[in-house]
């Protein structure tokens, strides 16, 4: 009889009710859904791609979207979807790398000068002031001057321009944190600083950090793409969205076609991971779930 | 008040001071010789020498840097080395350019941004809602220098209403300003939103209308007033975007503002004119921050009356 009466409460993890969460989401989905895809034809590009990117041929140059190219060709010839399928591979690569830079970096100096304050932090986060005080593109443009174009030195100079969010972010967490007893237990049983730090405050720090480096994303590839179409990132002839949107202004007036797909992809890509990143942001945050 | 402006001031002089220091790194490993943009290629090794003796480019760095520091307290940022005119002179010529720019942009995000926030909050979740949200979603991810791409093929090259290129004529002005400032509007308009409907539903706004005030009364005096902090933030981050944001901007549409300088120079590896640029971009940018803040206290009573229990 006892036994009848019982109530069983069936426990989820904090995952899993973000998951669930994150799934009831339409317009998140649809953004993961869309992200998926952009990766699959990223990855696929050499066998999709109906073309060489790099092929040049003049007897086929300017022509319009048709189903010989679909995307149409520019003034080489070269077939723009063939371009637009491996340019998303770059600016992808871009974005990660860039962010991962970028977290990496923000989420030691952030995690470590929360953590052991004072004069550390007080250094820390005046260099962070130091950097936030100049506009990113403008860091961007003075960073990859001084090393030079390139898609290293690109993905370098928007991660380190970013680096100053990340160790705000964690910062903020690990000073909510680091207070709290689980802390203080794992310092009482002898852990070490950078056992503590590394297994007990990151980890429990991730949530935000984890949303931001998805928005992220989506603003470093329009960094890169802002860098190529100045003339100081990727230069022709990569298949990069920027600078097929660069080569693109010149021929405006009789070809708009040139700078509509290229942009129309960076566009759908980061839209894409804003959806997613809107919906993780929901998802984690107990306050705006629906 | 004022000592919390002054204290606020002091402050800005080790992040300025920090600045200067990344500006000039970056330029000091720049790769590349500057005296051989100033004299051409077929200058001579001794002529090379001769420069960079007199220019003091043999110092070490620390000294280099003493020097450039004590330069920039006397407004003195170098010459270009293109035409070799004080770099000062050049970025002031083109300031008013960038800046009107900049603050026309502000003025087109702020407004538009403002009222679909309103009215997007006002009638949350509506068909009017969704749709506000989807454009500011749309405008936020779209590459500005694409936008300005799209507007100007729409309203120069096929409807031939407005210029595309130039500064002088009102109409020159239009499309730039649009394509900074749409950006920040979708930005603007999402945190106009949030920001009002954490407000909508508190007790003095239902008392407000119990009372039977005005519903342009309640928006406009006491939700947007509560609501707006988080606005101006935003409002002050983007204007300081807009700034760094003109460079691309500028160069698309060929205006010869502080933007199209810098990315002229970067060109033709006049290195001194970026500095410059990026130094006094960032100097605004700082006073900008330090203005909100001002602003605050204000907009807030709240944010006062902590200011004065601090002294």
Known sequence: MEQENKITIKEESYMASVWKEFRKNRSAVAGCVILILIILLAVGADVIAPYDPYEQNYVDALQWPSMKHLFGTDEFGRDIFSRVLYGARISLMVGVVSVAISCVCGCILGASAGYF?????????????????????????????????????????????????????????????????????????????????????????????????????????????????????????TPEWGAMLSNGRDFLRGYSYITLFPGLAIMVTVLALNLMGDGLRDAFDPKLRR | MIKYIVRRLIALIPVLLGVT????????????DPALVMLGDEATPEAIAQIHEELGWNDPFWVRYFHYVV????????????????????????????????????????????????????????????????????????????????????????????????WGEVGNVILPSLTIGLGSMAIIARMTRSSML????????????????????????????????????????????????????????AIPGVGKLMVDSIRSANYPVVQGGVLLIACIYCVNNLLVDVIYAFVDPRVKTNLSNAR
């Open chain 1, 117 to 237: 304050g004072n004069f550390y932090d007080a250094c820390v986060m005046r260099c962070m002031d130091v950097l936030l005080a100049i506009p990113s593109l403008l860091l961007n443009i003075s960073i990859v001057s001084a090393l030079g174009s390139g898609v290293f030195n690109m993905m370098l100079a928007v991660g380190i321009s970013n680096i100053p969010r990340y160790c705000r972010i964690m910062r903020a967490s690990v000073l909510q944190i680091k207070s709290i007893e689980y802390v203080d237990a794992a310092r009482t049983a002898g852990g070490s600083s950078r056992w503590i730090i590394t297994r007990h405050i990151i980890p429990n720090c991730l949530a935000p950090i984890i949303v931001q480096a998805t928005l992220s994303v989506g603003s470093a590839i329009i960094a890169c793409a802002g860098l190529s179409f100045i003339g100081v990132g990727i230069s022709a002839p």
């Open chain 2, 21 to 32: 220091l990344i500006v000039f790194t970056l330029l000091y490993f720049t790769p590349g």
């Open chain 2, 71 to 166: 330069d920039l307290l006397h407004g003195d940022l170098g010459q270009s080395y293109t035409n070799g005119r004080p770099v000062f002179e050049l970025l002031i010529e083109r300031l008013p350019k960038t800046i009107t720019l900049a603050l026309i942009s502000t003025a087109i995000a702020v407004t538009l941004g403002i009222i679909l926030g309103i009215i997007a909050a006002i009638k949350q979740n509506s068909i009017f809602d969704n749709l506000c949200m989807l454009l500011a979603l749309v405008g936020i991810s779209m590459p500005h220098f694409w936008q300005g791409l799209l507007l100007m093929l729409l309203f120069g090259v096929k409807l031939g209403w407005l210029p595309i290129s130039g």
């Open chain 2, 198 to 253: 954490e407000v909508i539903n508190q007790d003095y706004i239902n008392f407000a209308k119990a009372k039977g005030q005005k519903s342009s009364r309640i928006i406009t005096g006491h939700e947007l007033r509560n609501a707006l902090i988080p606005i101006i933030t935003t409002i002050a981050i983007q204007f300081g975007n807009m700034l760094g944001g003109s460079v691309i901007t500028e160069t698309i549409f």
